[in-house]
């Protein structure tokens, strides 16, 4: 094959978020907003070029040059490092690439876009060589996104690989959850663009300061959880609605909240949202809006659009990685 083609979606988590990455569960979908890579064989051996609307580089191995782009470097070198094992293992060691990134999901506010971005960019590398293995493509997504922040969960890899809206854990995978309603669910975005590593290691931080208190709150968090599981099998959309209030009470008390979030949370809220919270690593980033039908859901977006920020309604996504 002289080119390939592999998408994957982004996410939102619904519950969970933080507390993952200590091995407590989570409750995430993919949604519908994608990033699309396009991986073509050249004739520069060794080399890989690196396009996306953001930034573009050029490596071979031992030269990382950056041809444009703000932050290029963070956003460019795991996906050369996956790009890279990915010829390894198909013993292409001397192979060289042009990798062409295509994206319709707000990054850096915690959408998922750079696990989005690894997973699409194994998946058409491996393609191009081969044969692209899901299970495969998610485990070295999961191993390059170690770059970005060393204590990675895999839930965002996860769901963006499989797709739908699932139940994870690091120590127990995932299972898909089957929601009996139809859920209306809306994205505010705080435009504040924030870095998982560094809030990651925030909430570390607080938890060797008081281990007590935050054994304390993974256990709401673990509660939240598989209450909210209850809530989506029963079709209860006004519990799951509190039950995101009370997630969000316990992101507050992790620190990763942020003045501009909670704007929009109230303003959700205000809108008629059943609930509201963070969704991702927080410190600006998004924030997701429960609503009780379409035209709340309409209504909600419109009134934090009001407010100069942006905002969308979103579908889960059954797919997740496509290739082709
Ligand atoms: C980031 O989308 C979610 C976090 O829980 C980190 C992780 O799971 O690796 C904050």
């Given at each position: 094959?002289?080119?390939?083609r592999?998408a994957?979606?982004a996410?939102?988590?619904?519950f969970?978020?933080?507390?993952?990455?200590?091995?407590?569960?989570?409750?995430?979908?993919?949604?519908?907003r994608?990033?699309?890579?396009?991986a073509?064989k050249?004739?520069?051996?060794?080399?890989?070029k690196?396009?996306s609307?953001?930034?573009?580089?050029?490596f071979d191995?031992?030269?990382?040059?950056l041809i444009?782009?703000?932050?290029?470097?963070?956003?460019?070198?795991?996906?050369?490092?996956?790009?890279?094992?990915a010829?390894?293992?198909?013993?292409?060691?001397?192979?060289?690439?042009?990798?062409?990134?295509k994206?319709?999901?707000?990054y850096?506010?915690?959408l998922?876009?750079?696990?989005a971005a690894?997973?699409?960019?194994?998946?058409?590398?491996?393609?191009?060589?081969?044969?692209a293995d899901?299970?495969?493509?998610c485990?070295?997504a999961?191993?390059?996104?170690?770059?970005i922040?060393?204590?990675s969960?895999?839930?965002?890899?996860?769901v963006?690989?499989?797709?739908g809206?699932?139940?994870?854990s690091?120590?127990?995978?995932?299972k898909?959850?089957?929601?009996?309603?139809k859920?209306?669910?809306?994205i505010?975005d705080?435009?504040?663009?924030h870095n998982?590593?560094?809030?990651?290691?925030?909430v570390?931080k607080?938890?060797?300061?008081n281990?007590?208190a935050?054994?304390?709150l993974?256990?709401?968090?673990?509660?939240?959880?598989?209450q909210?599981?209850a809530?989506?099998?029963?079709?209860?959309t006004e519990h799951?609605?509190?039950?995101?209030?009370?997630?969000?009470l316990?992101?507050e008390?992790?620190?990763?909240?942020?003045e501009?979030?909670?704007?929009?949370i109230?303003v959700?809220r205000?809108?008629g949202?059943?609930?509201?919270?963070?969704?991702?690593?927080?410190?600006?980033?998004?924030?997701?809006?429960l609503?009780a039908s379409k035209?709340?859901s309409e209504?909600i977006?419109?009134?934090?659009?009001e407010t100069?920020?942006?905002?969308?309604?979103?579908?889960?996504?059954?797919?997740?990685l496509?290739l082709?």
């Amino acid at each position: 094959v002289a080119k390939a083609r592999a998408a994957a979606p982004a996410k939102i988590i619904l519950f969970g978020e933080h507390f993952v990455v200590y091995g407590n569960p989570a409750i995430l979908a993919s949604i519908n907003r994608r990033i699309t890579v396009t991986a073509k064989k050249s004739r520069d051996g060794g080399k890989v070029k690196i396009k996306s609307d953001i930034a573009s580089g050029e490596f071979d191995g031992s030269t990382f040059r950056l041809i444009e782009g703000a932050n290029a470097r963070a956003t460019l070198e795991p996906l050369y490092y996956a790009a890279r094992q990915a010829l390894d293992d198909k013993k292409q060691q001397k192979g060289g690439l042009e990798i062409e990134i295509k994206s319709d999901i707000p990054y850096g506010v915690g959408l998922g876009s750079s696990a989005a971005a690894l997973v699409a960019t194994i998946a058409a590398v491996e393609s191009l060589l081969g044969r692209a293995d899901k299970k495969k493509v998610c485990e070295s997504a999961i191993e390059a996104e170690k770059i970005i922040h060393k204590n990675s969960s895999g839930a965002d890899c996860f769901v963006s690989t499989f797709g739908g809206m699932m139940h994870y854990s690091k120590g127990g995978g995932f299972k898909k959850v089957e929601a009996k309603t139809k859920l209306f669910l809306v994205i505010g975005d705080t435009g504040i663009k924030h870095n998982t590593g560094d809030l990651v290691s925030s909430v570390r931080k607080l938890k060797e300061a008081n281990q007590m208190a935050f054994s304390g709150l993974m256990s709401q968090s673990r509660d939240i959880c598989n209450q909210a599981l209850a809530a989506l099998n029963s079709g209860n959309t006004e519990h799951l609605g509190m039950l995101m209030n009370e997630n969000q009470l316990l992101l507050e008390r992790l620190g990763v909240s942020h003045e501009k979030a909670d704007d929009l949370i109230d303003v959700a809220r205000r809108a008629g949202a059943l609930g509201a919270k963070i969704t991702g690593a927080g410190g600006g980033g998004a924030i997701i809006a429960l609503a009780a039908s379409k035209e709340d859901s309409e209504r909600i977006a419109s009134a934090i659009k009001e407010t100069g920020q942006g905002a969308f309604e979103v579908e889960i996504d059954t797919k997740g990685l496509v290739l082709g």
